[in-house]
């Protein structure tokens, strides 16, 4: 049975530690999302030993570039699902090491080098079913914030107050443990075996 | 109205459809897959994939943040009058859909890296013409998200690999996408012809309703042998794990020149969105792939 824990952002190295893969964590408090562009950006201030316009210390990425409306001078947000986190894997490791991401959101899981740094620093990727927008959105109490708006909407760092914001599913743990690459190796051995039967191999 | 105001109208409310409310075949696919899949942490990824497409249609909101990059199919009756300002009519309809729906603005110069705002720039919306017999102008909306795109494969491969070259390079594709297209996926497989032909029948063979099996039996069997290979690898759905990797595989061929054999891939997420309609002479519209009660 899968265990369910509601947990409020910033998050603590202690319970990050005690997630395991499997668990489905409901989150409140504050996120920030990020794509391409912006770890890009994040990652070129931390070498050139700038500050970044938001902490991120203790609290979650996620890995989104969201549809929003300015209405009456307030952003709305209208959807807001994953985006496929595998194209922040060369640049992940860096923001847990060196800006303290607790929590990496996202769809489709990640490789090594960031499950790695999750292990070494205390962090966990939580998957949110992709595509799931409007669920997503309608757990945004509020958007607090926005940064980087040159880099265009969908790449921005949008400052988001959520409340129950999930179900996320640990895919990754910090202890070692990658759903996604388990449930992807075992797919690679049902295809190896398959193709000995019909004596393809 | 003049026929350019027609097809503007007509697109917009096709964009609305398309990204707002899947294609009664996709959901029933989907449901079926909820029904059946064994796998708890898929078929929890799958209720979740039903309650959002249920509020998108309460809501009348899109069903992804990604309402994609869009291209529009045209099947031209080679008697209908005003065909050469079709394109400008879909240019004025995306950028008011972006507007007005609002779509997320998905365009970007790929060397300033700057987003156009409107989902409008060179060669988008991205318009595939074919002409046909007749006096109607058939247009589909085909809004499609970058996760799944950023997936889809092309080989040339030696031709003495045969079908069964050919299907482990499709399943070889599946492995190596895994979560990342959004699947449960619909898949497209283009055969034969050179590069550009065969992505193009991939991309084109996504737009079959997914409950229709393929006229020719040689065919509809490839399909369903890719289907039960494909659903064999346990990805699942979102990659968590499941039977469900895919909702449909759909192959498309023409004939190869002697010393190639391309195959392509095209994947489709489970938002399959797509939505056409037939424009008449008279002015008088059918839509073809949903429901309308005002037209």
């Not at chain 2, 156009?116 to 589909?140: A, C, M």
Request: proline letters at 6%; charged letters at 25%.
């Amino acid at each position: 049975m899968n265990r369910t824990l509601r947990l409020k952002t910033p998050l603590s190295e202690m319970e990050i530690r005690r997630l395991k893969v499997g668990d489905i964590v409901y989150l409140s408090g504050i996120i920030v999302t990020a794509r391409d562009a912006a770890h890009k950006r994040m990652l070129d201030l931390v070498e050139a030993g700038k500050p970044l316009p938001i902490n991120l210390r203790g609290f979650p990425i996620y890995h989104c570039g969201p549809l929003v409306r300015m209405e009456d001078g307030r952003w709305i947000v209208l959807a807001a699902g994953p985006t496929t986190s595998m194209r922040m894997e060369p640049l992940e490791s860096v923001a847990i090491e060196k800006l303290g991401v607790r929590m990496v959101i996202g769809k489709g899981g990640m490789g090594k080098k960031t499950a790695d740094a999750m292990a070494r620093f205390g962090s966990v990727y939580g998957a949110f079913t992709g595509g799931a927008a409007i669920l997503a959105a309608r757990h945004v109490t509020r958007v607090v914030d926005v940064k980087w708006l040159d880099l265009g909407v969908p790449e921005a760092l949008w400052v988001l107050e959520v409340k129950g914001f999930g179900p996320l599913i640990i895919a990754i743990d910090s202890h070692g443990n990658n759903l996604f690459g388990e449930v992807n190796e075992r797919a690679w051995e049902r295809y190896r075996f398959a193709l000995q039967e019909s004596g393809e191999a | 109205m003049r026929v350019e105001e027609i097809v503007e109208d007509v697109a917009a409310r096709l964009l609305r459809l398309a990204v707002v409310k899947l294609p009664s075949d996709v959901k029933r696919a989907i449901e079926r897959a909820y029904r059946e899949e064994e796998n708890p942490l898929g078929k929890a990824q799958l209720q979740a994939i039903i309650e959002n497409i249920r509020l998108a249609e309460e809501l009348e909101r899109p069903i992804c943040q990604d309402t994609g990059l869009i291209t529009f199919y045209v099947r031209a009756g080679a008697d209908f009058r005003g065909l050469d300002r079709v394109e400008l009519s879909l240019k004025r309809a995306v950028k008011k859909a972006t507007r007005q729906i609002p779509l997320r603005p998905n365009a970007v110069n790929p060397f300033t890296q700057q987003n156009s705002g409107n989902n409008v720039g060179r060669l988008l919306p991205y318009v595939k013409w074919d002409i046909v017999p007749g006096e109607h102008l058939e247009i589909t909306a085909f809004p499609k998200g970058g996760g799944s795109e950023n997936t889809c494969t092309l080989a040339m491969l030696s031709p003495s690999v045969g079908v069964e070259g050919l299907k482990r390079f499709v399943v070889e594709s599946v492995l190596k996408a895994g979560g990342m297209p959004c699947p449960p996926t619909i898949i497209g497989v283009g055969i034969g012809g050179g590069a550009d032909i065969s992505m193009d029948l991939a991309k084109a063979a996504l737009l079959r309703p997914l409950n229709k099996p393929n006229p020719d039996p040689w065919i509809a069997d490839l399909e369903h042998q890719l289907y039960r290979e494909i659903n064999a690898l346990g990805i699942g759905p979102m990659g968590l794990g499941g039977k469900f990797t895919t909702l449909a595989v759909k192959v498309s061929y023409a004939y190869r020149h002697p010393a190639s054999y391309p195959v392509a891939v095209a994947f489709q997420c489970w938002a399959a969105r797509r939505a056409s309609a037939r424009i008449h002479m008279d002015g008088s519209v059918e839509y073809l792939t949903h429901k309308v009660e005002e037209a």
